[in-house]
C-alpha cells in the first residue's frame, strides 16, 4: 500500500521504517531537507497515486492544525488523512468538519511506543467511520505489534475516539511511572537494601507489579546506577493535564494521576514556596524544629526552633 506520512521525528521516522519494511511504499515529507523524501506538501501529493492516504505525525496543537489546513488545499475528494500525533481530542471534530467539506476522510490515530515502536510495533487507538478503519487496516497491520490484531489495535469509537483513548493511556502512565519512581526513591533511602537495582529486575518476572516500564527503569539503572547524571526536571507533555480536566467534566475521581502530575509540577521548582510555608507552620504550632535558607556559598543553614530540648510538643 502506499503512504505519505508527515513529520519524520523520533516516531515518524521510524515509522517510515517499519512500513518500509513490511513492503508499504511510504513518500515522507518533513521541513528538514536531510530526512525527506519530497520537498513539500504540495510535491507529497503530487507523488501519491489518488485516491491518497496521508499520514501526519507533527506535534499536537497548532502544528497539526496548520498541516491539515493546508493538506485540505493540495489534497482531493476521495483521500484520507490520519493524524497519529497527540493532538487533544477537541481538535478532530474541526479537523474532520474541514476536511469533509472538500470531500477528504479524516481519521485520529493514537499511537504508543515511543522509540521502540520501530522494533516492537505499536500500540494504535483509532477513531474514524469503520469505512475508513477497513481502508487503513494494511497500514494498521504494519504498524502495530506482531500478535493477535486486538492487542494491538482497537478501533475505539467515531472521530476523536482514539485520541482520547491515548489522553487516558498517557494519564495511567502518569501513574506507573510515579508509583515506581516513589518505590525507588524508598528503597534507595533504606540502608537495609544494599542492591536496589537488583531489586526492581527481581521484580521484572513473575510479579504482580511487572511492566515494560519497569524493564525501562531496570535498563535505566544498568545505564547510570543512581542515576546520577540526570536532573529531577520531569516535563508533561500536556495529555496528563487534558485527562484530569477530562476526570472534571466527568466528576470521575483520579487521585494517582492527579497526584502524578503535581508531582512534575513539584519536580520545576529550584524551591517551594508551598513547603517553606508548611514549615514555618510547623515551627509556630508545634516549636519544631526548621531549617534556614541557605547561605551565598550554598551552605545548609541552621536549625531554628524551640531553644530547649525539655518539653514536647503535638502535631
Known sequence: ??????????????????????????????????????????????????????????????????????????????????????????????????????????????????????ANGYGLMAGGSAEHIERAMPIFDALRPEGPREEGFVHAGPVGAGHFSKMVHNGIEYGLMQAYAEGFELLSAAELITNVPGVLEAWSRGTVVRSWLLDLLVVALKEDPGLAKLDDYVEDSGEGRWTIEEAIQHAVPLPVISAALFARFASRQDSSPAMKAVAALRQQFGGHAVRSAAGPAGTPGEHAGPSSGTGTTQN
Open 1 to 118: 500500500m502506499q503512504l505519505g506520512l508527515i513529520g519524520l521525528g523520533r516516531m515518524g521516522g521510524n515509522m517510515r521504517d517499519r512500513l518500509r519494511s513490511a513492503g508499504h511504499e511510504v513518500v515522507g515529507y518533513d521541513p528538514r531537507p536531510e530526512v525527506s523524501d519530497v520537498e513539500s506538501l504540495a510535491a507529497l501529493a503530487e507523488a501519491l497515486t489518488a485516491p491518497r492516504v496521508v499520514w501526519v505525525m507533527v506535534p499536537s496543537g497548532e502544528p497539526t492544525r496548520g498541516t491539515v489546513r493546508a493538506l485540505a488545499d493540495v489534497l482531493e475528494a476521495g483521500d484520507l488523512v490520519i493524524d497519529g500525533g497527540n493532538s487533544r481530542y477537541t481538535d478532530d471534530g474541526p479537523n474532520a468538519a474541514l476536511l469533509d467539506e472538500k470531500g477528504i476522510g479524516y481519521l485520529d490515530v493514537g499511537v504508543s511506543g515511543g522509540i521502540w515502536g520501530k
